[in-house]
């Protein structure tokens, strides 16, 4: 799925780092265990998102041939690109995570062009915690507490809490300090919420974010969003 | 949730009868235009206030493609007694987005009425309908061939002059007073009937776009942040062509500069000299064009005044940056470039930069282009300096008098600064008053921050009320609490207003602090 050739182009750059990460050992496993997405996925990334574990947890579940990565920005060549998808009457699944601006722009986009947003979250990480404010939907049910649980097991310290203002029951809040030594895991959280947006439907048991290495952590403010077109 | 068990109702209205209205408006409007399922919702909940989404949450989404569609709107609205919050693109951000008042009322969205009905380009008027964006108003103009600018608003692409100016938005030419250059309004009433206002009350008249007052009292004024009506049609005035445009900037180092330079500008404002919205751009604000705080600091609270030296020593950024233009013929702009610079020179502090000596500065850039009614993004750059998600307008206005901005920049970044928020701030300058137009940005998922920025939002009422100084906007979750600064005599005349007009309060109760349930 191309956007234009403009962002076509772009996501061939990005593409070959997405592929490399799909060569990932193990991969496999992940996708038999979370059920292949054979939709085309479009992941929207902006400033340091691109080189974090989000497009890693991404590409666990969505096939190289189905996923196209782009980088956002707020200039007007994007506005005019996004639009234009978002009104090719085209299918498709959206996801991000980008800075609050880009956030603010594409949202706003989304739902002028009709588009549905099961999913809208807000994330503020530094070394060794996280914040999660998160709102969801039916279609998301259960991704808050997966993202959660996942958090929990990556030992960083963090605050979640999910919003479902069209739920019949409540919203609820995690919390969790860091424990010893976790700082260095600090962006698995990103890796996670990259799983659970491209499959929400998928089984998270079966699969750890990987560590880190040597990357450095994710850290600022990012808003994550999935659109269907 | 299936359809018929809705999570969320409006206000009063039991489960049934709200099905009953659901299936109407179905009936009116197609399926594909009620809009009940959470996903079709969420879109609508961006907040960037500092409260919980679900005091926001509409209970439905409406979109109607013509005035006979609001009309019935209205109509099954008046029957079961439900609220209808009205959109026209639904994009102002700090202010309070598209999501409703309170919690249940239906969104009626009106993107979809997106006509250019009519532009004469000799009177340069249009006639267009809300859901117009000025994107798709500066496209046909330069489709046709018009000699015609807009003015739109910072966030310009994607937002319209329906909803810009019913809010009593401003631009940055000389046509900034958005409502001032309005002419013309349809209205669909409460009671399902269509106002023309001005001359349009008179059949066949060719006059509804040019000439303002008609006849009897001036109506359209209480057809702006109201809840009186839904405008459906209105007429504004675009700018012709000037044949030479001169945007410059003038930085100033100081502070304290913000009292000289608008002595200096005043005149020339009211002079007409320079004729645009002139800004007068604090530090932080023009920054947040290319800086954010996390490139200098992540502690939490204000942000220093050795950190915000930093940053104007390292990007070249003055404490005030004034934004002017010239427009007009090669001569006139000459005479009036002459007055700028001696007034500049007169003063004796001062950096002239025209668009020669700005060269590629995104700043410079992004201000020409909001001058010369072109499209950017680039104010989208304010949610970025500290992110999160936070935004509030507080806009007081101002006397366009040196010793007024001066007490209202310290008041505000004394309280701002004392909640750990940073004073990131403008003035527009309209001849006599300067909108002093502050964006308190905080960080959404630190519930802590919120809070502050809600308590810090609520003292900067308080204490600018306490000085004589009322805002001219306010996001949502303020309304009430602003119509209070204006005293009890307005809210009862609104109310009895929204009485005569509204009987069932169904239209936006709580814009504006009108609502007959308070």
């Known amino acids: 799925m191309h956007v234009t050739r403009r962002s076509f182009i772009k996501g061939i750059a990005l593409g070959g780092f997405a592929g490399v990460l799909m060569a990932r050992p193990g991969r496999a496993l992940a996708r038999a265990a979370a059920g292949v997405q054979s939709r085309p996925v479009l992941a929207l990334v902006s400033g340091a998102v691109e080189r974090s ?53 594409i949202v706003e986009l989304a739902r002028a062009s009709g588009a549905r947003v099961p999913w809208l979250g807000y994330h503020a990480a530094s070394s060794g915690h996280s914040r999660h404010r998160l709102l969801s939907t039916e279609s998301t049910r259960g991704c808050a507490m997966r993202l959660g649980r996942q958090l929990s097991a990556c030992g960083a310290g963090f605050s979640l809490s999910e919003q479902r203002p069209h739920h019949a029951e409540t919203s609820f809040e995690l919390a969790a300090r860091p424990h010893n030594g976790a700082a260095g895991d600090s962006d698995r959280w990103a890796a996670a919420l990259g799983f659970i947006l491209a499959a929400p439907d998928a089984e998270l048991s079966a699969w750890m974010p990987p560590s880190v290495g040597t990357r450095p952590p994710l850290a600022g403010n990012f808003v994550s969003f999935a659109i269907e077109t | 949730m299936t359809e018929q068990n809705y999570a969320i109702l409006p206000p009063g209205v039991e489960s049934q009868a709200f099905h ?128 015609l600018w807009v003015d739109p608003p910072a966030p310009s692409a994607i937002v319209g002059p329906v909803g810009n100016t019913l809010d009593r938005g401003i631009g940055y030419t000389p046509y900034a007073e958005h409502f001032m250059f309005q002419c013309g309004m349809e209205v669909v009433l409460a009671n399902g009937k269509v106002l023309r206002t001005g001359m349009g009350g008179v059949r066949d008249s060719n006059t509804w776009q040019v000439f303002k007052w008609g006849y009897g009292p001036y109506l359209d004024g209480i057809f702006t942040q109201s809840n009186f009506g839904i405008v459906t049609k209105m007429g504004l005035w675009l700018m012709p062509q000037p044949d030479v445009f001169r945007p410059f900037a003038v930085k100033f180092r100081k502070d304290e500069d913000i009292k000289d330079l608008v002595e200096m500008f005043r005149p020339l404002s009211i002079n007409g000299i320079i004729p645009n919205g002139v800004v007068f751009a604090g530090t932080l604000y023009e920054a947040s064009v290319t800086v954010r705080r996390s490139d200098y600091t992540t502690e939490k609270g204000a942000t220093s005044k050795d950190v915000i030296q930093r940053i104007r020593d390292e990007h070249n950024i003055g404490a005030w940056t004034a934004y002017g233009a010239l427009y007009g013929t090669h001569e006139q702009v000459e005479v009036n470039w002459r007055i700028v610079i001696d007034s500049i020179k007169k003063l004796g502090k001062g950096e002239i930069i025209t ?122 979750a303020f309304m009430d609490r602003v119509a209070n600064s204006f005293g009890p005599v307005q809210r009862e005349v609104n109310k009895t207003l929204k009485r005569a007009l509204d009987p069932n309060n169904i239209l936006a109760p709580g814009k504006s602090g009108i609502d007959l349930d308070i």
């Not at chain 2, 609508?44 to 206030?49: A, G, L, N, P, W």
């Open chain 1, 53 to 105: 574990a989000f497009l890693q947890g991404i590409a666990e579940t969505v096939p190289g041939e189905f996923l196209r990565v782009q980088r956002t920005d707020h200039g007007m060549g994007f506005v005019r690109d996004f639009n234009q998808l978002l009104r090719s009457g085209q299918p498709t699944r959206i996801i991000g995570l980008v800075d609050d601006a880009s956030a603010a722009l």
């Open chain 2, 20 to 147: 009953n209205a659901v299936q109407q408006f179905r009936q009116l409007l197609g399926n594909e235009n009620v809009l009940v399922k959470q996903e079709q919702l969420v879109p609508y909940m961006k907040i960037m206030m500092s409260v919980d989404e679900a005091g926001h949450a509409a209970s439905a989404v409406l979109t109607a493609t013509n005035v006979e569609q609001v009309q019935g709107v209205v109509r099954i609205c008046n029957e079961h007694k439900i609220p209808v919050w009205t959109v026209s693109t639904g994009h102002n951000f700090g202010y309070g987005t598209a999501a409703p008042h309170h919690r249940g009322q239906i969104i009626l969205d009106l993107k979809k009425m997106n006509k250019i009905i009519e532009i004469d380009p000799d009177l340069c008027t249009a006639l267009v309908e809300p859901g117009v964006t000025y994107q798709q108003l500066a496209d046909h103009i330069k489709e046709k061939g018009y000699k």
């Open chain 2, 355 to 476: 668009e020669d000596h700005a060269g590629n500065d995104p700043a410079f850039k992004y201000r020409a282009d909001l001058m010369r009614g072109n499209m950017t993004l680039t104010e989208f750059g304010l949610y970025n300096w500290r992110g999160g998600g936070g935004s509030m307008w507080f806009a007081p206005l101002s006397q366009a008098k040196g010793s007024e901005t001066v007490k209202q920049v310290e008041l505000a970044t004394r309280i701002l600064n004392k909640h750990g928020l940073d004073y990131v701030g403008e003035f527009i300058l309209t001849q006599r008053a300067l909108h002093h137009v502050i964006d308190v940005l905080f960080d959404r998922t630190d519930t802590e921050e919120m809070s502050r920025a809600h308590d810090c939002f609520a003292e900067l009422l308080g204490e600018f009320e306490k000085n004589g100084y009322g805002v001219y906007r306010v996001n949502t």
